[in-house]
């Protein structure tokens, strides 16, 4: 199995601040990588999928990069709405796994 | 629009059984995959099962794997998650999904509690 490791656990971020997420595999999943947010008590919401392609109607500001082991997301500029959780998904050897999460709070 | 509203959660005992289900409406179901998908109290997201169009491929994680059964009923439009001898580590919000090797559409969710 494919261990999907996201770094920080916390980030604590001021709106208007730039935001960096990190998710490793354990191994290489070529760009087979999407990028979910989730808020308390609702279902995640699909933001990139292919590693860096936006999924229908997310906003520039979310932007993913890397490919094989090492990824990343970017809020360019924290809104209010963006404070949640964060998670990856490798789908290189699908159903595909799951990063622990990073939550994007409030500085 | 897309709906996938999922009910049959609540609290069990260990070694009890549950059945979920998941009533999908807004598109032709038989179309697509389906997929259930859990998460455990503070912890991540972890694919449970999934049944291709007409249910002859299925997965089920190593987790469940003998004790759970996904199934569904294209003329209804559900999906259905059987769950037997469940473990308190099944504890979780389980979520009816959509769409592979990415998930666009989700239910809102319905939590299972196994405690004594």
């Known amino acids: 199995e494919i261990v999907m490791t996201q770094s920080p ?3 604590s971020v001021s709106p208007g601040e730039r935001a960096t997420l990190s998710c490793r595999a354990s191994q290489s999943v070529s760009s087979n990588l999407a990028w979910y947010q989730q808020k308390p008590g609702q279902a995640p919401r699909l933001l990139i999928y292919a590693a860096s392609t936006r999924a229908t109607g997310i906003p520039a500001r979310f932007s993913g990069s890397g490919s094989g082991t090492e990824f990343t997301l970017t809020i360019s500029s924290l809104q209010s709405e963006d404070f949640a959780l964060y998670h990856c998904q490798q789908y290189n050897n699908w159903p595909g796994t799951f990063g622990q999460g990073t939550k994007v709070e409030m500085k | 629009q897309v709906q996938l509203v999922e009910s049959g ?3 069990v005992k260990p070694g009890g059984s549950l059945r979920l289900s998941c009533a999908a409406s807004g598109f032709t179901f038989s179309d697509y995959y389906m997929s259930w998908i859990r998460q455990a109290p503070g912890k ?3 694919w449970v099962s999934y049944i291709s169009t007409g249910g002859a491929t299925i997965f089920y994680a ?3 794997k003998g004790r759970f059964t996904i199934s569904r009923d294209n003329a209804k439009n559900s999906l259905f ?3 037997n001898s469940l473990r308190a580590e099944d504890t979780a919000v389980y979520y009816c999904a959509r769409d592979r090797p990415t998930v666009s559409y989700w239910g809102q969710g319905t939590l299972v509690t196994v405690s004594s």
Do not use: K
């Open chain 1, 9 to 11: 656990a916390t980030l």
């Open chain 2, 9 to 11: 959660g609540g609290l």
């Open chain 2, 44 to 46: 991540g997201l972890e």
């Open chain 2, 62 to 64: 190593d987790s469940v």
């Open chain 2, 81 to 83: 998650l059987q769950m």
